[in-house]
């Protein structure tokens, strides 16, 4: 298990890296934009594990939303700051993190799973409680469930995954709609969903 805290301090080592790999890819654009098809235009967006901003802070915007950025990363948040200053970037560990707003639309690409495996079903409970009705959530997650970790651009990092069958029994439990899951860079173990929160009024 890696503490937030540790995380986000290997994360300001590659932080400028990151931003300069990143900012302007297509990597993850098309499955966000599909998850954009399903939510109403603007309101309120959060994207936890924001890093430095770019690609999907850029697309939220062109679609009319207000941006919340959480990120464990001080120098991530900062750059995310300097690249978009109109939208607010919270220096914030999501398992800690608690607030009365409520979005309409949430991603977690490729962060919750750097979370202590015990915090992943409290996490992803977490997502679907702060989404507001018809507010949709796309996040990124391990086809199999465990902890391990693995050396990446000369360091260690922490992954875990309670798995396909448990995240999707969380998202139905807290009463959301899967609209689409995908197993997207077979072989590897990487999988993204998005789920859209039934309104009150349709039940």
């Known amino acids: 298990m890696m503490k937030p805290l540790v995380l986000g301090k290997k994360y300001d080592k590659i932080a400028q890296w990151w931003h300069d790999r990143h900012h302007d890819s297509t990597y993850g654009v098309e499955p966000f934009q599909r998850a954009i098809s399903y939510a109403a235009k603007g309101g309120k967006a959060m994207d936890v594990g924001c890093g430095a901003g770019g690609r999907f802070v850029r697309i939220l915007q062109s679609n009319g939303f207000q941006i919340t950025g959480l990120d464990v990363s001080q120098e991530m948040v900062r750059l995310a700051a300097l690249n978009h200053p109109d939208e607010t970037f919270l220096h914030q560990d999501i398992c800690s993190w608690e607030t009365a707003d409520r979005y309409d639309f949430i991603v977690a690409w490729d962060s919750i799973f750097h979370l202590p495996l015990d915090m992943q079903r409290p996490v992803v409970t977490k997502l679907c409680q702060l989404l507001a009705d018809d507010g949709v959530v796309i996040y990124t997650f391990g086809n199999d469930a465990g902890a391990h970790e693995s050396e990446w651009l000369g360091d260690s990092f922490y992954y875990s995954s309670i798995g396909i069958a448990d995240n999707v029994g969380i998202l139905l439990e807290n009463g959301l709609t899967l609209m689409h899951l995908e197993l997207d860079q077979y072989p590897e173990k990487h999988v ?12």
């Open 192 to 203: 993204y969903v998005i789920a859209k929160k039934q309104s009150r009024l349709a039940v």
